[in-house]
């Protein structure tokens, strides 16, 4: 079993910041890559930002130049550093990872899920 576990979320007026963390932990033999999605209420979820084990990373246009991901490999955690936030930032962030578990197949993992939200 894998579980991530998040932590980080809040609540901010605009303008401010928050950085988020998700720790993967359990029967992990390699992570393939750990993103962040957002789901606003009424919305579908997104990407927000994406990282791989190679360190290449891919963010949403509406975040660029204000969230920053980030990874510690040997940890199996990945940031998100938020700033400049918005109104419309406001949602709930899950982190995700896409891994080898420890039987070597490959499976995708969510976390349970940090409010942000974003007093304007």
């Known amino acids: 079993q894998v579980q991530l576990v998040e932590s980080g979320g809040g609540l901010v007026q605009a303008g401010g910041s928050l950085r988020l963390s998700c720790a993967a932990s359990?029967?992990?033999?390699?992570?393939?890559?750990m993103g962040w999605y957002r789901q606003a209420p009424g919305k579908q979820r997104e990407l927000v930002a994406a990282?791989?084990?190679?360190?290449?990373?891919n963010y949403a246009d509406s975040v660029k130049g204000r969230f920053t991901i980030s990874r510690d490999n040997a940890k199996n955690t990945v940031y998100l550093q938020m700033n400049n936030l918005k109104h419309e930032d406001t949602a709930v962030y899950y982190c995700?990872?896409?891994?080898?578990?420890?039987?070597?197949?490959?499976?995708?993992?969510w976390g349970q899920g940090t409010q942000v939200t974003v007093s304007s």
């Open positions: 359990g029967s992990i033999f390699s992570i393939n890559a």
């Open positions: 995700n990872a896409d891994l080898h578990d420890s039987s070597r197949y490959r499976r995708n993992y």
């Open positions: 990282t791989t084990s190679g360190g290449s990373t």
